[in-house]
Each structure stands twice: as structure tokens, then as C-alpha cells.
């Protein structure tokens, strides 16, 4: 069955960085588009940043544009979200998942910054 691990969070101060990883298996990950999504406390579900396949177009949130950078590796079956210049709205629980969306998605990983 598919499964989403998402790793990496943590506190971290503004102005810091985190890298965040997604192990994914049950489906053929070289052949699908993902994505990082997040939630905040209160707050819908937001799109983070997406990429293609092949990993040759990504597109970002405005509000982490310049700031996060999504990547995957497809020999690890792996998707990562560099997140530099961390800011306190930053703060949420952040998950991956195909594009179209899987019904089951991971735990998530919990990024808080704070000082």
C-alpha cells in the first residue's frame, strides 16, 4: 500500500533553515508528480511547492518563493523541501504527497519557528 514518511522538522530560530525528507513507496515514484503541503493551527490545508516527474519544473507558494527549494531523488524514492529564512508563519505540520493526491497521507513532520 502507499506510504508517506515525512522527517526533518523541528524548532528552529528565523532566519534558520530545515531540510525535510518524504519516503515514498507503494507506487512507482519515478512516475509521479508530488508535492509538500502544510498546515498551520486554525488553517486549511496549503499547497507548499510542487515538481514534475522527472524533477525539471517545480513551482512554489508566493509566500515561500525564493525561500524553499522541492527536489526528489527517484533512486531513494525520496522527496525533499529545503526551507531557508524561516519565518514564525512558517509553523506547521508539513506532508508530501502525489499529485493527484493519495487518500492516505503521512503524519507529517511538525516545523516551528520561534525564537
Known amino acids: 500500500q502507499v506510504q508517506l514518511v515525512e522527517s526533518g522538522g523541528g524548532l528552529v530560530q528565523p532566519g534558520g533553515s530545515l531540510r525535510l525528507s518524504c519516503a515514498a513507496s507503494g507506487f512507482t515514484f519515478s512516475n509521479t508528480a508530488m508535492r509538500w503541503y502544510r498546515q498551520a493551527p486554525w488553517k486549511e490545508r496549503e499547497l507548499v511547492a510542487s515538481i514534475t516527474r522527472a524533477g525539471l519544473s517545480t513551482n512554489y507558494a508566493d509566500s515561500v518563493k525564493g525561500r524553499f527549494t522541492i527536489s526528489r531523488d527517484n533512486a531513494k524514492n525520496t522527496l525533499y523541501l529545503q526551507m531557508n529564512s524561516l519565518k514564525p508563519e512558517d509553523t506547521a505540520v508539513y506532508y508530501c504527497?502525489?499529485?493527484?493526491?493519495?487518500?492516505?497521507w503521512g503524519q507529517g513532520t511538525q516545523v516551528t519557528v520561534s525564537a
Open positions: 504527497n502525489a499529485f493527484p493526491p493519495y487518500a492516505s
